[in-house]
């Protein structure tokens, strides 16, 4: 079992920068991969980044790709994603989420979640 919390939302202007953070306990988490989901209000949820059980191998959506940067630290039970360049666009609750897997998963199913936390861009 893995349970994952989300921190670091907040309201940001257009252009500027956040940091999420994902603190997660259970002794399966560095056996998972993970990745960072998105929803915005009337839309369906997408996976922006994923990352590998060995951060060797990361993927990201095209709309955040060259701004999102996602990592991980084993040794701290810690998953970050690092915002740049954020766009009103880029307003949702954003998801930290774990699935038992070696590899980079872009689809199939993520066995747990987080509680999400709020990320505002102000145009």
């Known amino acids: 079992q893995v349970q994952l919390v989300e921190s670091g939302g907040g309201l940001v202007q257009s252009g500027g920068s956040l940091r999420l953070s994902c603190a997660a306990s259970?002794?399966?988490?560095?056996?998972?991969?993970l990745g960072w989901f998105r929803q915005a209000p009337g839309k369906e949820r997408e996976l922006v980044a994923a990352?590998?059980?060995?951060?060797?191998?990361?993927r990201y959506a095209d709309s955040v790709k060259d701004r999102f940067t996602i990592s991980r630290d084993n040794a701290k039970n810690m998953a970050y994603l690092q915002m740049n360049s954020l766009k009103p666009e880029d307003t949702a609750v954003y998801y930290c989420?774990?699935?038992?897997?070696?590899?980079?998963?872009?689809?199939?199913?993520?066995?747990?979640w987080g509680q999400g936390t709020q990320v505002t861009v102000s145009s």
């Open positions: 259970g002794r399966t988490f560095s056996s998972c991969a």
């Open positions: 989420a774990a699935a038992e897997s070696l590899f980079v998963r872009w689809s199939g199913e993520y066995n747990y």
């Open positions: 990352i590998s059980r060995s951060r060797s191998s990361t």
